[in-house]
C-alpha cells in the first residue's frame, strides 16, 4: 500500500488564486513528520514547509500553507496568490519515527498557474 | 555558499559500463542520501548513509553500490547489473541534529542516459 498518495496528477490555476494540493499518508507510528518540496523543470527539490505530528497548529511559511487534519491523515499544501514562479512539481513526503531521516515521496502533483 | 554539488549534469554511457555519480556536500552534514526519480514517479530511495564509512541498501538498492569515505562524498557506481539505468538521479543531505524535523537538502540531479 502506497503511504503517500497525491491524486491529483496535474492542476492548474489562476495567476494570483490561491490553490491546494492534496496529500493524504498512511502509518501507524504516532510520531512523523510530512514535508512538502517544490521541483522546478530545472530539476532540483525545493524544500516548502514541514508539519510535524504533534505540531497543534498547522505550519505556514509565506505564501504556504498546511492544512493538516491528523484524523483523517491528510496534509495538504495551500498555496496562496498564485505566481507564474509557482509553475512546477510538487511533491508530498513522509518521515516516520527510527526510518533513519529517509523521507517517502508521492507521486507528485504538477501544477500549472495561468497568467 | 554551502550547498549540495551533482555532478555532471547530463550523463550518457553504453549498456554495460559501470558509472560513477559524484555527490558532494559542504553544508557539514552527516547523513546523505541517494535517490532515484522515473518519470510521473516519486522519489526512490537506493542508498543512505549516516556516518563515514557506513551506510545502508534503501528500497532499490540492487545494481547500485555506494562508498563514504569521507563525511563530505557520497558517490553512487551504477553498475551493469542495474536493469533499468536510465533515470534521473537526486543526492541529499541532512543535518544530524533536529532529527526528526531537518528536511533533506538535495543537489541539483544528474540525469542518465544508457544506451
Same mark, same amino acid.
Given at each position: 500500500? !502506497?503511504?503517500?498518495?497525491?491524486?491529483?496528477?496535474?492542476?492548474?490555476? !489562476?495567476?494570483?488564486?490561491?490553490?491546494?494540493?492534496?496529500?493524504?499518508?498512511?502509518?501507524?507510528?504516532?510520531?512523523? @513528520?510530512?514535508?512538502?518540496?517544490? !521541483? +522546478?523543470?530545472?530539476?532540483?527539490?525545493? #524544500?516548502?514547509?514541514?508539519?510535524?505530528?504533534?505540531?497543534?497548529?498547522?505550519?505556514?511559511?509565506?505564501?504556504?500553507?498546511?492544512?493538516?487534519?491528523?484524523?483523517?491523515?491528510?496534509?495538504?499544501?495551500?498555496?496562496?496568490?498564485?505566481?507564474?514562479?509557482?509553475?512546477?512539481?510538487?511533491?508530498?513526503?513522509?518521515?516516520?519515527?527510527?526510518?533513519?531521516?529517509?523521507?517517502? #515521496?508521492?507521486?507528485?502533483?504538477?501544477?500549472?498557474?495561468?497568467? | 555558499?554551502?550547498?549540495?554539488?551533482?555532478? +555532471?549534469?547530463?550523463?550518457?554511457?553504453?549498456?554495460?559500463?559501470?558509472?560513477?555519480?559524484?555527490?558532494?556536500?559542504?553544508?557539514?552534514?552527516?547523513?546523505?542520501?541517494?535517490?532515484?526519480?522515473?518519470?510521473?514517479?516519486?522519489?526512490?530511495?537506493?542508498?543512505?548513509?549516516?556516518?563515514?564509512?557506513?551506510?545502508?541498501? @534503501?528500497?532499490?538498492?540492487?545494481?547500485?553500490?555506494?562508498?563514504?569515505?569521507?563525511?563530505?562524498?557520497?558517490?553512487?557506481?551504477?553498475?551493469?547489473?542495474?536493469?533499468?539505468?536510465?533515470?534521473?538521479?537526486?543526492?541529499?543531505?541532512?543535518?544530524?541534529?533536529?532529527?526528526?524535523?531537518?528536511?533533506?537538502?538535495?543537489?541539483?540531479?544528474?540525469?542518465?542516459?544508457?544506451?
Amino acid at each position: 500500500a !502506497q503511504k503517500i498518495t497525491q491524486t491529483q496528477p496535474g492542476m492548474f490555476v !489562476q495567476e494570483k488564486e490561491a490553490v491546494t494540493l492534496d496529500c493524504t499518508y498512511d502509518t501507524s507510528d504516532p510520531s512523523y @513528520g510530512l514535508f512538502w518540496y517544490k !521541483q +522546478p523543470s530545472s530539476g532540483e527539490m525545493i #524544500f516548502l514547509i514541514y508539519q510535524g505530528s504533534y505540531d497543534q497548529q498547522n505550519a505556514t511559511e509565506g505564501r504556504y500553507s498546511l492544512n493538516f487534519q491528523k484524523a483523517r491523515k491528510s496534509a495538504n499544501l495551500v498555496i496562496s496568490a498564485s505566481q507564474l514562479g509557482d509553475s512546477a512539481m510538487y511533491f508530498c513526503a513522509m518521515r516516520e519515527k527510527g526510518s533513519q531521516g529517509n523521507l517517502i #515521496f508521492g507521486k507528485g502533483t504538477k501544477l500549472s498557474v495561468k497568467p | 555558499d554551502g550547498g549540495i554539488t551533482q555532478s +555532471p549534469k547530463y550523463l550518457f554511457r553504453k549498456e554495460g559500463q559501470n558509472v560513477t555519480l559524484s555527490c558532494e556536500q559542504n553544508l557539514n552534514h552527516d547523513a546523505m542520501y541517494w535517490y532515484r526519480q522515473d518519470p510521473g514517479q516519486g522519489l526512490r530511495l537506493i542508498y543512505y548513509s549516516q556516518i563515514v564509512n557506513d551506510f545502508q541498501k @534503501g528500497d532499490i538498492a540492487e545494481g547500485y553500490s555506494v562508498s563514504r569515505e569521507k563525511k563530505e562524498s557520497f558517490p553512487l557506481t551504477v553498475t551493469s547489473a542495474q536493469k533499468n539505468p536510465t533515470a534521473f538521479y537526486l543526492c541529499a543531505s541532512r543535518t544530524g541534529t533536529l532529527q526528526g524535523i531537518s528536511p533533506l537538502h538535495f543537489g541539483n540531479g544528474t540525469r542518465l542516459t544508457v544506451t
